[in-house]
Structures are given as structure tokens and as C-alpha cells.
């Protein structure tokens, strides 16, 4: 079979599209990443357009986010006070996706997905300091807002418009700046992609750039995989989710280079 026809063969089948949203939705629970690291070099390999890939990860989070901060919020692993303005800044930043994406060429928006990454591999995994700042530089309540807004909407405009959720660059900010390490951040950085998917999604749908049929199907694989994810942070440490980060970032690097350069 060429390879033309093995990728209209394996997008003619929702399984496949199911079997990415459940690994995506585990990704979620676990890491309080949207799951595009994962769908988005995914899908360029089953033949989709860049476009049409950021499209479809933007859905899938809508729906493991809002069930993964359910979760969390019933475990009483979230900080309530913080992830709304991260969030609301999320809405704000993510508003301009749809243009984003609209106006930038392909090539560069994935060259842009892989430097997002690296930045956050470098910033995330391999700098442990960031990982819990001990005397984080903002101290000040109202400053801590103005800082949390400003974290939301940066990563909102750059993180949505590429199909990632955010919290591969939100972990790294609050880490810095709040002193908040990686396993806290998760519950954080899922309700953040609740505001900023959905204000991406119909940023992204008003230009025509999301396959709804796809996006749904991945969507509710996603759901369950969510459970699985935050039942499995509950019983690693940090310092084995610390590994388990750098084996996806490696992924999501290997499969957007190759990608990218062929």
C-alpha cells in the first residue's frame, strides 16, 4: 500500500482518531498539558494540514480539560484563587488564534510548535530551579494577579494559536514566578484550557479551520483517558513525573523535526 493510500485508509477510520484521544486525554490528566504535543505531529503524519491539526487539538481540549478540572476540583487538587486569572488571561490571548493561524504559513507555524517545546524542555525539565522557586519575585497579592493575567494571555496567544493547551509554557511561569512545582501546576494549567480552548475554538471555527466530525470523536476518547491520567499523577512523585515529561517532550520534538524537515 503507498503511502497516499495508507493515510486515506487510516483517516477513514474513527478508531484511530479515538486511540489518539485517549493517549491525549491521559497526557492531560497527567501532565496539565491540552494533548497537542501528542496530536498535532500525530496528525501531520496521517496526511492533515497544520491548520486543520491545531483545529482539532483545540476541541479535544475543551473536552479534557473541563472534565479533568471537574476531577480535580472533587479531589480538592485545585487552587481555585490562581487558575481563574491564568484562565481568564487564557480567554483573552486565545481570541486571537483563529487570525494567527490564518495568516501565518504552515512551515512556520510548526517551526514555531518546535521551539515552543524546546523552550519549555529546557525552561521545565532540565533547569530543576524552576521547578519550585523558592523565593519567587512577586510577593504582592495584586501584583500576583497582574502576573497571573499576564501568564494566561501570553500563553493563550502563542499556545492555542499552535494547537497546544499551555501547560508546557504555564508550568515553567508559575514554577518562576509563584514558586509552584510541576504537580501542583497540572490542576492549574487545566483550567486554564478550559477558557483558552473554547475562546480558540470559535476564534478557530469562524475561520473555518476546525473538522468538527474528527474533533468530536477524539474529544469524548479523550474523556476517558483524562481518568486515567489523574489517577496515575496521584501515585507517581515528582521526580518520576519530572521523566515522564521528558519522554513526551522528546516525542513531540522527534515528530515535529521530522515533519519539519521532511
Given at each position: 500500500m503507498q503511502d497516499s493510500q495508507?493515510?486515506?485508509?487510516?483517516?477513514?477510520?474513527?478508531?484511530?482518531?479515538?486511540?489518539?484521544?485517549?493517549?491525549?486525554?491521559?497526557a492531560a490528566g497527567f501532565f496539565g498539558i491540552g494533548g497537542g504535543v501528542i496530536i498535532v505531529?500525530?496528525?501531520?503524519?496521517?496526511?492533515?494540514s497544520m491548520e486543520y491539526a491545531i483545529g482539532i487539538?483545540?476541541?479535544?481540549?475543551?473536552?479534557?480539560?473541563?472534565?479533568?478540572?471537574?476531577?480535580?476540583?472533587?479531589?480538592?487538587?485545585?487552587?481555585i484563587k490562581i487558575g481563574?486569572?491564568?484562565?481568564?488571561?487564557?480567554?483573552?490571548?486565545?481570541?486571537?488564534?483563529?487570525?494567527?493561524?490564518?495568516?501565518?504559513?504552515?512551515?512556520?507555524?510548526?517551526?514555531?510548535?518546535?521551539?515552543l517545546t524546546l523552550f519549555s524542555l529546557k525552561k521545565y525539565v532540565f533547569n530543576t530551579k524552576t521547578t519550585a522557586n523558592p523565593n519567587p519575585p512577586?510577593?504582592?497579592?495584586?501584583?500576583?494577579?497582574?502576573?497571573?493575567?499576564?501568564?494566561?494571555?501570553?500563553?493563550?496567544?502563542?499556545?492555542?494559536?499552535l494547537g497546544i493547551g499551555g501547560g508546557l509554557i504555564i508550568g515553567p511561569?508559575?514554577?518562576?514566578?509563584?514558586?509552584?512545582?510541576?504537580?501542583?501546576?497540572?490542576?492549574?494549567?487545566?483550567?486554564?484550557?478550559?477558557f483558552a480552548s473554547i475562546s480558540g475554538f470559535f476564534s478557530l471555527y469562524s475561520?473555518?479551520?476546525?473538522?468538527?466530525?474528527?474533533?468530536?470523536?477524539?474529544?469524548?476518547?479523550?474523556?476517558l483517558g483524562v481518568v486515567v491520567g489523574i489517577k496515575i499523577l496521584d501515585l507517581v512523585s515528582l521526580a518520576n513525573h519530572r521523566?515522564?515529561?521528558i519522554v513526551i517532550y522528546l516525542f513531540s520534538l522527534c515528530a515535529s523535526g521530522y515533519k519539519f524537515f521532511f
Open positions: 495508507l493515510v486515506d485508509f487510516l483517516q477513514d477510520y474513527d478508531i484511530i482518531f479515538g486511540v489518539l484521544g485517549f493517549i491525549s486525554g491521559i505531529p500525530c496528525l501531520l503524519f496521517l496526511g492533515m487539538s483545540i476541541m479535544q481540549m475543551m473536552f479534557s480539560s473541563v472534565f479533568g478540572t471537574l476531577l480535580n476540583l472533587i479531589r480538592k487538587n485545585l487552587d481563574i486569572f491564568v484562565g481568564i488571561g487564557g480567554l483573552i490571548g486565545a481570541s486571537f488564534s483563529g487570525f494567527i493561524v490564518l495568516l501565518l504559513p504552515s512551515k512556520l507555524l510548526l517551526g514555531l510548535f518546535i521551539a512577586i510577593t504582592n497579592p495584586n501584583a500576583q494577579k497582574l502576573v497571573m493575567l499576564a501568564i494566561g494571555t501570553i500563553t493563550g496567544i502563542f499556545a492555542i494559536s511561569l508559575l514554577a518562576y514566578f509563584l514558586g509552584i512545582d510541576s504537580k501542583k501546576a497540572v490542576p492549574i494549567a487545566l483550567l486554564f484550557i478550559i475561520c473555518n479551520l476546525i473538522d468538527i466530525h474528527k474533533g468530536f470523536v477524539i474529544g469524548i476518547f479523550a474523556f521523566y515522564a515529561l
